[in-house]
Every structure is written in structure tokens, then in C-alpha cells.
DNA sequence: CCTGGTTACGGGTGGCGTAAAGATG
DNA sequence: CATCTTTACGCCACCCGTAACCAGG
């Protein structure tokens, strides 16, 4: 027995008939007869009774025709589920709120599920399980699961709320992730490391920053949509990488 | 994939190892590569991540594993109902008492369901159902799917509480089942139809005649249980048959 | 080298179709 | 004879085993 004759019974229950459920299938008529054959042998009882107009089931047939439709059903949710967690995107924080802002890039409706995770738990979350899409300053080289698909650069740029002048005494935000691409960068850029001040959040940062109580090593697109000022002339560019799922 | 193929799988999963779970099922390795990249290409998603020690499930494995335990739950669930539901035994109430108290002829623990029907229904039943075993007066001879498997007669008499002179005066208790041995053959030696008496239930029929209020013809193994007397010397055989499904 | 997964290939079984043969009204 | 099921037989695909190969510690 196997998941095929599952249809076919249910269709010789259904119709009443293993000629129309051979049509109906489009199946020999003594294909059927032989996988019902197979199914009765197989569970030791007759499922139908045959007849002069067709075959009618048996009480063991009743039974197991509500068995292949749970079957089925389960079958047929199994397979869903697993379509709907296909489409998953794994990223951090940062790079996906980037993504999601510059629209068109990365769209909600691509994906059954975005799991943001910060840049120390991205390798060993892209390790433990197989996302569709990965989008990560990481390197993912070693990971026999995925392949780079391309690599892009972010354009960053400090951002505060107004001139530069009010912005050199505010506090330098940054994340706490280690490996943060931001943070790395601020780090090595400014000189006085008591100006940092750590925020976990990246929406945090954000507000801070627009309330001007902070400045923050951000993408640029920041600036137009939160209405922010740019302190460096010239744009910062900071690579990341997308890997897929072989 | 087929049906086996979900315990491949299960073993993959609970065991975490291709080799060890083939050498458990006791199949090839690379049967389980096998049948494991055919799950995988089946579902369009990866089920495992392999690793340098193993396997480990991903996402979509995870959701597959628990799948894989309702579809075999529900497997195993109806075959023993079909088991438990199998051996049914038909027949005709006083028949099926008369055997049931002549023990050892049918026992309880060898039938699942004892379905006693009138005798004008058993055609009808035995058409509509295939039970294991059919014990009734009526042809089942142009019924295929059962063949006759003994003959057999069953020895009855008028049985009544007392004496003779004292069952003179009272009703014949008869089923009013139309197709009934019993019944027919009493109606064939009673000249005096005015004492008939129908009674549906056989239970009924023994209280009446334990009581007095009745006689009846009756299975001979009534009397000696029942404490009944015998009204006529010789005793009357009433042909029986048992038909078996094929 | 050892452990664990993958690929290549050949044999046997099982699923399917074609065709013909019962069975029943 | 018309309709429905069953049997006979042959083809092809699929399941499985043997064996060799590949990767990582």
C-alpha cells in the first residue's frame, strides 16, 4: 500500500464504482481492481462488496475511508506548512530595517517570515537551521549550506538632528553586538570612547537620535525618512553579504 | 515516497544519523540517502542539515517529523480497528441464544460484535455488511460472498412450566418475525391458530413460559437450563446453516 | 584512517496498461 | 449483449543492495 492508494480508494468510496473511479483517475479498470486487491489483502478484510451496479463498502471499508481522509489531510497540511515556512529571511536588525525602508528590496510579501538576530547569533542560527535568504555583515563562507549570492554596500553616514556644532557633545550610539558592522566602524573612527554609549535597540537609537539626544553611525536613508542631518561630507560604505540555501 | 518512507524518516530524525538509522531499519546506507533526497525533492525543502556527525532536522524537518507521527498513529489506528472490527458474527436471536447456551459452540472472545438480527433481515444484513460468520435458518446460497460452511439442526420441543394437562389451556407463544423456524413450524402443527400468541422479544417468550403464562417452541437446551418440561416425547430438529464469508 | 554522507550502477519487484475472460441482469 | 469486475501477461520505473567516492577530524 502506499499514499496513491489512498486516492484510489477514496475514489472507488466516492464514486461507488471501480470502472468510473478508473476513469475518473485515469487509470486502467484492472489497475484498480488490482490495487484494491492490494489494500484488502494488505489489511486483511474486504473494503467493498461487489455488485452487479458497482461495489459498496464494508464496515471496515467505512472505517478506513474516514482513515484516508484524515491521512490525506494530514498530508496535505504537512505539505502547506512546510511551503509557508519555506520563505524565511534571516538578517539583522540593522541590515533588515535598511532593506525594509529602501522598499523594493526586500518585501514583506516574499517571505512567510523574517527572523532578525544580531551578527553574534546570525552564523550559528544560519548553522542550526536552513533560511531561504541571509542577509548578514558575517561571513558565511564556511557553511556548506548556503552560497554567497551577492554582496551589496550600505551608505551610512553619522546622523543627528541638527548642526554639527550642537551634535559634538552629544553621546556617540551605538549596539552592543561585537560584531556589528556600525559599531565596529564608530568604534574605530572616533577617537574619544567615553562619548559611546551602548543601545541595544535599534529603534531606541533611533528615537534617541531624532529626539537629539544622540548621534548614531546609520544608513543614509535614515535621513530622509526620519529628517535627520548628515555630519560627514562624504558617505560611509559598508559591505554586507546575501547568501541563499543551496 | 510511500508510507515507509515516514518510518525511514522517523528513524533519521530520533537517531540524528543516515548510517545509523540504516543500520537499524536494517537497509543499505545509501538507500537512506536515497529515499531521503526523494522526501527532500517530494517536499521542495531540505529536512536535515548535514553535519560532520550527523544530521540535524531543520524548520520544515521538524514540522515533517510531527507529520510523520499523526499519519503513522492514524495508520496503526485503523488497522486495529479493522482488526477489532473484523470478526463479527450475524444471526438470528434464538439461534445465537441457543448457541451462546450450549457454550463452547460460539464464545464470546472469538467475536468482536455479535449482530442478532430477525430473520427477514439477515438477507438484507448479510448483503449489506461481510461479517465473519452468518448462523440464521434463511438461503444465503445466492449470496457470492459467502459459502455455506456447516448445516447443522437444532432440537427443539413445546417447552412449558408444568404438566400437560396444565399447558392445554395455554397461548402458544410464537416470534412474529414471518420468516422464523420457530414460528413456521409452529404455526404448521397448531390446528388452533386462536391460541397464537406474538411475542417480539425471545426474553420475553423464556419469562412467559418460566412463569406459566405460556408455552413455546423452544431450543431443547431451555428445559434443562430453564427447568422446563418437555411437551412432546420426540423431540423436533430444525435445520440451521452456517455460512462463512469468503 | 575513521566516521558519516553521496554517487554510480545493476537486479528484482511492483505498479500500470492492454487484452481477454467471467459474472450478472 | 451490456455492464461491471477479475485474470493473464508484459513493460517500465522504482526500490534496494554493492561498491566506490568524498569530506572532515
New interface residues.
Given amino acids: 500500500?502506499?499514499?496513491n492508494d489512498l486516492k484510489i480508494f477514496q475514489a472507488i468510496y466516492e464514486i461507488g464504482s471501480l470502472n468510473k473511479a478508473a476513469e475518473q483517475l485515469g487509470y486502467a479498470q484492472s489497475n484498480i481492481t488490482t490495487r484494491l486487491k492490494v489494500m484488502e489483502t494488505e489489511?486483511?478484510?474486504?473494503l467493498f462488496?461487489?455488485t452487479q451496479k458497482g461495489v459498496?463498502p464494508?464496515?471496515?471499508g467505512n472505517?478506513?475511508y474516514s482513515?484516508t481522509l484524515?491521512?490525506q489531510a494530514?498530508?496535505a497540511?504537512?505539505?502547506t506548512?512546510?511551503?509557508q515556512?519555506?520563505k524565511?529571511l534571516l538578517g539583522s536588525e540593522v541590515l533588515i530595517s535598511e532593506l525594509l525602508n529602501n522598499s523594493g528590496l526586500v518585501s514583506y510579501s516574499h517571505f512567510s517570515k523574517i527572523v532578525v538576530k544580531r551578527q553574534e547569533n546570525i552564523v550559528q542560527e544560519a548553522?542550526?537551521?536552513?533560511y531561504d535568504l541571509v542577509v548578514t555583515f558575517a561571513d558565511l563562507n564556511n557553511n556548506?549550506?548556503y552560497h554567497l549570492q551577492k554582496t551589496r554596500a550600505i551608505k551610512c553616514n553619522y546622523l543627528a538632528r541638527e548642526s554639527h556644532a550642537f551634535a559634538n557633545n552629544l553621546p556617540v550610539l551605538v549596539n552592543s553586538d561585537p560584531i556589528c558592522a556600525f559599531r565596529k566602524r564608530t568604534l574605530q573612527d572616533l577617537a574619544d570612547k567615553s562619548r559611546i554609549l551602548e543601545i541595544d535597540s535599534l529603534q531606541a537609537i533611533e528615537m534617541m537620535v531624532e529626539q537629539g539626544s544622540g548621534i548614531s553611525l546609520l544608513p543614509c536613508s535614515f535621513a530622509e525618512t526620519k529628517n535627520l542631518v548628515k555630519l560627514r561630507t562624504t558617505d560611509i560604505s559598508l559591505e554586507y553579504k546575501i547568501y541563499q540555501?543551496k
Same sequence: chains 1, 2.
Avoid at 127 to 130: P, V
Wanted: charge should be positive; hydrophobic fraction near 35%.
Fill in positions: 500500500m502506499n499514499f489489511l486483511n478484510t474486504k462488496l461487489r459498496t464494508t464496515k471496515t472505517i478506513f482513515a484524515n491521512i494530514e498530508l497540511k504537512v505539505t506548512q512546510i511551503d515556512q519555506k524565511t548553522a542550526n537551521n536552513l556548506h549550506n540555501s
